[in-house]
């Protein structure tokens, strides 16, 4: 084919190339005029000049360079270059580009470099550049590879974007680091120094301590004498830039300063700017950053945020590192102030006493004088009666401690009936066991003798017991008993309360010992009780011993000797003298009562009823204590201090509330049941969410070890009871601060993150995804309330829906997670279930915290990019499967096999409705053809559905468009589960509007080729060929089906055959046309003179009148096809084979003379030569023989042993095994005509099933047989099985549909006789009895012949004979 | 239309009867061929000479089975195959199929086997 195209069809468009293009002089380029271009080079120059994606087709041995509009920017200053070689354009990369483009060239395989970085001049200086490159190749029409096609796309942006994340998040990962402004700004140079590709130079400038100037604090190149410039007004505007406020641009680097670092690239900078460094909120900058920009990049809007961004994060880590000192500062003084604290209340607690009595005086007189007054004020003063008694207690009991360690204990021992006594301290604990629903049971008799006990310290001893009991009992009873044995009076006191592990048992008197983890009303309690016990027990010459099992109980026995004598004689007072009881059971009582449950009333809400006082910080506090007083007070405090109070119990309900809702500040008790506050703050520090949840810990423990447990376990700070409202609320403000001090970092770091266009999330090392940003959810939809999601994750493609995708990501994780780095292009599922197209890039990081290895990953969503480019590829495909079709049925098969292909899909069915309302063609993919019938009911409703759609809108997973030959339903049946998508139905749209117009353009061309095919068919030869014969033709040029070379038969009137090869000079389809008036010319004139001499010379004359006749070559000859005798002449024609039937091969040569004409008007030679009977006849051009470097006797050899070789095979399979033995392994190169006849032709006679048409058939075979060369013997044989063939099948014609014809065939190879009998009737078996001789019919046949087959059919029977000649 | 056959009677020197047929016996004339067999067929011997039968198919040697009692065949050696392969050679004599040796007036036209 060919043919000019309008330049506006090649070279489409009205952009600035396509107008280029078409008044480019191409006839005078090495390339040529566009008519002549292969059609691979005009479809790529098509597709790359209406592709809004930058494209370069690149031509020939020189790589001429042709590009589209969108290219343009890319090829900056060096446009124009259309035409130009490649090496001339891209001279400063074609060491890089070349070798690629040479090695398509060679291998004819695709190549690509991706994020290649190519400096390039394009803005008129050497820029940084990455770009992404595809190399295809681009055949010519013979397939060889003439060209390259390039598809580019620019990555500079996303390449250099990614280099200035990491250097910020290199920046952010330095918080929390340093602990003094030299250590943040020696990490600030550390990461500088990392950056210099894109800070080549910088250097911080802070201001001296005593406010009078700058020094240079830190520099990313210690080489560079940063500090000089700092200096005169040639130096770097560092005050101008702190006194603005703003950046200042320095334009003229390279002229005020010695070149300053590179940072890699070829030229030092030429710009930098100096930038403030902001001080905390609203205070004064610090100093100043002087940061420089590559010489390979301008310094633009983009690069002057991103310093900015730098310049932030810098004064955010030496702000960080200032705070860190003053917190450090502070810490310091308040731990000095604890100290002296503590050796202050240590040494007046004794005086404790006086205040106490003074305050618990007045306070009984005031409860009793207020005794009807308001609620609140009762209320008031009991909690601040229960606290001063129980603040009494502690008091008593620890100078009670120091009296004894200092032997000052004024004991007054009186003899007592203990059992009364006890009972009488007992009863006061009564209402308190009930209310605990407990069963109390006292049981004191009367002892024989009294005991000598001080009342005080007994009425200790008991409270303290019973108190104990109380407090560690949740059900049972609690059970008092006294007792006389062995000259003791025994006091127990047993419970059946939680009871106590056996190793603490000999740790229960120890003095400040308490049991951990154990189960018990109030975590309240000194530890001093028992030990206090123990010491008073002594003091009366007692022993108290404890028995216990867990889960069952405790008892203590106390036992006192009868008697005095034990007793310093001293202290022994009469009967009667001491306190009345029970004087001081008020606090145990008032103590243990507040542990039982109260009925259950909420919290008193104090916040509207105590006024704010001083400014205050809206910060929201949580407050854990097991003590309701405690909580209390300290809610009211605080909320009167401004703070928004939250009040539980214990850890737990912190814990959960922290989770919940963090708080600003957590303050909590160290001893709470459930969960300490120790086991609170591990649990808030070990929970990523709540680890800087700042927590400030109450203890009653005082002394430097505990505080340092709390500190160690990660407590923020901590305050020991008691405590001052001052000096709680300095505490707590203080935490405030600084926690949102050093949460500062974090929370910018969030909102940075947060703020990204891309995506940003964080990967364990298990793979979870535990961080994500704002732009995450939205891409995703899968937002932080999810988090950790483990591996895999929710947005994993579907396996089964989506294989590919699944596999892809399946392999960027594991790339991930084995090297934790790497950019990649692949998709997801959003939470609603649709696609999402991501390129991400990831970063190794190490977790600050626990040096854990992390991956940070950032990603895009190219969802609309991915599928812009799926529409330009598909659409290029299809394009390109619809320029190479042939036919219409091609381009169809084609074109839905690049739809299967682009959506993987099962299966592409389209059926094509005629306006005549015949049965739907369908055409569907898959090796197996489908009929309409064939579809699956549900599929023909709807394609039938499809048909009545407008075109080209899609509906499902089908569309209809216009065919040439009515309307194309399509229907594409996507793999189970995968989704086809609004976006899948807008490219099947436009693929199929492309479908449209590719099918209604082969069709135009079909139509073209059905009328040139028809036309080459007539020139070629005839169709039916006389019996006897076979021809096979070859062209030399597809898709041309005639060229040069030519056979013939023509039928003369005198019953012989006239047979004609001939060969034109050339090949395509200038010889053919020379060719078809050759061969009808001297069809006619073997009509006209059947001798082969005589039609030669009169072609002679004609040839001379036609242009490219010259020197054509004929073989002619005329056949008698009865007698095998054959007469020729040639024309420079190779010689006919003859061979016989027993492989003698003759050549005939006879009869030779010039090619056509040569010399017109001489006389042509003639020959004769009889064919053999079973001997084959070969005639053919030299296009079978002739092979370059060698004769062309070696070919006709070849030839003849084809011919000798396959002498037993049917004629025209012979035809096909000479043309098969004798193609060279790469295919004809040239015309090839082959014609074969086999004498005799084979005989075919058809006959009225009538006996009386026995005798002429049998004379006819016999006659035949003679001309096969059969002996007579073995014609009786063939003669009587034919007959009996016959015979049969006349009697079956006769019996079933009188008049039917028989027909009988018989064909000979060299070697073997083959006949054939067939009727219409149906056969006869064997019945002698009934017509005895019809019986001896095939016993006969299969004496006579090697086989018979026998061969019944609804339609008739065929039988089949076959013998061996000669045999 | 009938395959071309002459049938003739004749009497032998001997005094045996001699039917000769001349032509090819196929379905389309046996009947006449076995009418004349029938109607000489009176229990004495009679020949038969076949040695102007070109062709002879399974009818008319079913015609030959009905009468091999008292008949005796003259053939060339070309109708030797059909009358063996049938066993009709076991029931009657058959001269003439060697080539040589045959009686009355046999025709000379069998073409040799070769």
Redesign the interface.
Known sequence: MGGAEPAGLLFPGSGEMSARMREHPWGDTPMGAPDAWPASLRTAVRICLTSRFPMIVWWGPELRFLYNDAYLPLLGTNHPALGKPGERVWTEIWHIIGPMLESVMATGEATWSEDLLLPLIRHGYLEETYWTYSYSPLHDDDGAVRGVFTAVSDTTERVIGERRLAVLQDLGAQAGNARSVAEACGLVAEVLARAGRDVPFGAVYLRRPDGDGFELAATGDPDAGAAAFVQGAAGWPVEEAVRTGEPVTVADVRDRFPPLPAGGWESPPAEAVVLPLAGETGAEPIGAVVLAATAGRTLDDAYASFLALVARQIAALVNAAIAYQDQQRRAEELAELDRAKTAFFSNISHEFRTPLTLIMGPLQELRASLGDADERTRTELDVVHRNGLRLGKLVNTLLDFSRIEAGRMQAAYEPVDLAAVTADLASVFRSAVDRAGLAFEVDCPPLPEPVYIDRGMWEKVVLNLLSNALKFTFDGAIRVRVRARDGHAVVTVADTGVGVPEHEIPRLFERFHRIENARSRSNEGSGIGLALVQELVGLHGGTITAASRPGEGTAFTIALPFGAAHLPAASIVPAGSGEALPAGADPYVQEALRWLPDGAQPEPAYGGEVQAAGPALAARVLIADDNADMRQYLARLLEAAGYEVTAVTDGRAALDAVRADPPDLVVSDVMMPRMSGLQLVAALRGDRRTAGTPVLLLSARAGQEASIEGLEAGADDYLVKPFSAAELLARVRANVQLARLRNHHARWRTALVDSLQEAFFVVDADGSVIEINAAFADILGYGPEGLPYAFRHPWWPDPDADPEGFALFTQVYERLLETGKGSFTYPARHRDGHQVWLAASFNPVTDPDTGATLVVGTFRDVTADHYAVQRETATAALSLRLSEAGSLADALTGALGELRGLWNARRVVAALFTPDGAEPAVTATGPDAVGWDGLDPALRAELTALRDRPPLSPAGTGVTLEHPGGLLAVHIEPHRGRPFTEEDRTLLALLSGRLAQGLHRVHQIDQQRETALTLQRAILGPADLPDGFAVRYEPATPPLEVGGDWYDTVRLPDGRIGIVVGDCVGRGLAAATVMGQLRSACRALLIQDARPSAALVALDHFAASIPGAFCSTVFCGVLDPATGELTYSSAGHPPGILTHPDGTVLMLDQARALPLAARPGRPRPEATCSMPPRGTLLLYTDGLVERRRRPLSAGIDQAGAAVQAGRTAPLDELAGQIMARLAPEEGYDDDVALLIYRHPAPLDVAFPAESGQLAPVRSALRDWLGACGLAPRQIQSVLVAAGEACANAIEHGYRDSPGSTVRMRVSATADDLYLAVEDSGTWRPPRPEENAHRGRGLPLMRAMMNRVTVLHEATGTTVDMHTRIGS | ????LTLALSRRGDGRRVLTAVG?I???N?ARFAAELAGTSDGAPLVVDLTGVG?L???G???L?AHAAHVELVAT???E??LT??GLTTLLTVHGLDGAGRDGDGRDGA?P??
């Open positions: 239309m009938t395959t071309p090819e196929d379905m389309s046996v062709y198919d399974s009818a040697l079913a015609a089975f050696p070309l109708l195959p059909v392969v049938s073409a086997e070769g």
